[in-house]
């Protein structure tokens, strides 16, 4: 009797509680989530609108309705045919070097110019710096740019010869390496 009886007992069982998914879990679970997903984008879009707020302009509307003068000043440039051409290069203690040659459309160099440089990070709020170059050779202006980090940015050309339409606008993204 021993023997059979070994043979019919089972190993104890063990007892489990049965957690029941109720109405209450689920709305629970789900409002855990959707709150975790709320702060999260919190989180994000008030990051994202304190380190740069997106704005390019602070007259945005005023610069569309000066926008037909901008192409107008566009071709009236294209008209004069001149060449200019830039070289930025900067060294590596932080100083940038600007040069800038300008000819006709005869190909002689244009002399007396007010050529003026204007560097700006492009998603920065720090302030543009602005630049007047000096003429050294026949055509040829340059100036330099203390203290300026390596990365993207903007350089716009202004030159203009003191005649009434003759200017030259040229607007070119740079990057500096290390």
Do not use: C
């Not at 309705?65 to 051409?85: D, F, K, P």
């Amino acid at each position: 009797m021993t023997a059979s009886h070994a043979a019919t007992t089972r190993p104890a069982e063990r007892t489990t509680t049965e957690r029941k998914v109720t109405g209450w879990t689920v709305l629970i679970w789900l409002g855990s989530f959707f709150f975790v997903m709320l702060v999260a984008n919190i989180f994000f879009v008030y990051f994202a609108l304190s380190s740069f707020p997106g704005v390019v302009t602070d007259r945005a509307y005023e610069a569309g309705q000066a926008y037909n003068g901008e192409i107008a000043a566009s071709r009236a440039q294209g008209e004069l045919n001149w060449s200019v051409n830039g070289d930025v290069t900067r060294n590596s203690d932080g100083i940038a070097r600007i040069e800038v040659s300008a000819l006709d459309a005869a190909g002689n160099p244009l002399t007396g110019l007010s050529v003026e440089a204007t560097l700006q990070r492009p998603a920065s709020p720090e302030p543009a710096r602005k630049l007047v170059l000096s003429e050294g050779e026949l055509g040829r202006y340059s100036a330099q740019a203390e203290d300026v980090a390596a990365g993207r940015w903007i350089l716009q050309l202004d030159a203009s010869s003191g005649t009434e339409g003759e200017t030259f606008r040229s607007q070119n993204r740079i990057f500096f390496s290390e």
